[in-house]
């Protein structure tokens, strides 16, 4: 048993290792420092002992796509690390949610907003989040349509509670990553547009896209933040 843990520990220290280094790569092929590329450890198939490793290796951000497994790791690791929620938010789970996650990546409707707006300010919380956006079109994923961004962002910066960090989008599951970069492309323009209307006095920075199977492409395309989990665990 202790061969196989310290086996296991080794294959996620390379594994992480060689996700970092394929970072550096696309990043530095788009000509852009690494520097301005998060890597956020999505950790949904981790144990706390697989998570305490990757933490000892010197990962600073966890994501987890289910509000109540992230308060079961929440009680063993606390604030040592910045969480992420990745996955899709209910409302029900909100107070919950704002209460342990810096940053909530999958916010796409108007009810969401009013429930995590309401919840954020019970503990004086200004909440950062990501407008989630279905840049592919496929029914079976979650956030606003293209169409709707605009609109969407006018509505939502009313809260003051909220504070809208950027876009979050899901590629579709593509045997070839390279069939995927057109959506993290639009997702891309779709900030840049809402940035050149000046709506509001800041602008949107972050872009999360891109996960195990295609992070390179969403780099290359502009990603400030990938979520990766499968070729780190795997």
Not at 191 to 206: F, G, V
């Amino acid at each position: 048993m202790l061969f196989y843990c310290v086996t296991k520990m080794a294959m996620i220290a390379d594994n992480l290792k060689a996700v970092t280094q394929r970072i550096s790569r696309s990043c530095a092929k788009s000509g852009r420092s690494a520097d301005v590329v998060k890597l956020v450890c999505v950790t949904k198939e981790a144990n706390l002992q697989q998570i305490e490793e990757v933490l000892a290796l010197g990962v600073k951000d966890i994501g987890e796509n289910r509000v109540q497994d992230a308060l079961f790791k929440y009680r063993s690791i606390g604030g040592r690390v910045t969480w992420h929620l990745i996955g899709h938010l209910q409302t029900n789970k909100v107070s919950h949610a704002v209460r342990i996650f810096s940053l909530i990546h999958s916010v796409d409707s108007l009810r969401l907003i009013e429930a995590i707006d309401r919840e954020a300010k019970k503990i004086s919380k200004v909440q950062d989040i990501l407008i989630q956006v279905n840049t592919s079109g496929e029914e079976s994923k979650f956030g606003i349509s293209q169409d709707e961004v605009r609109p969407f962002f006018e509505k939502a910066v009313l809260y003051p509670n909220i504070n809208i960090s950027g876009l979050m989008t899901m590629a579709p599951e593509v045997p070839d990553p390279e069939e995927a970069r057109p959506c993290f492309r639009r997702l891309r323009e779709l900030r840049d547009e809402i940035n050149s209307l000046k709506l509001t006095a800041y602008s949107l920075k972050l872009l999360s896209m891109g996960m195990s199977n295609d992070f390179e492409a969403a780099i290359e395309e502009g990603s400030t933040m990938v979520r990766v989990g499968r070729a780190i665990f795997k």
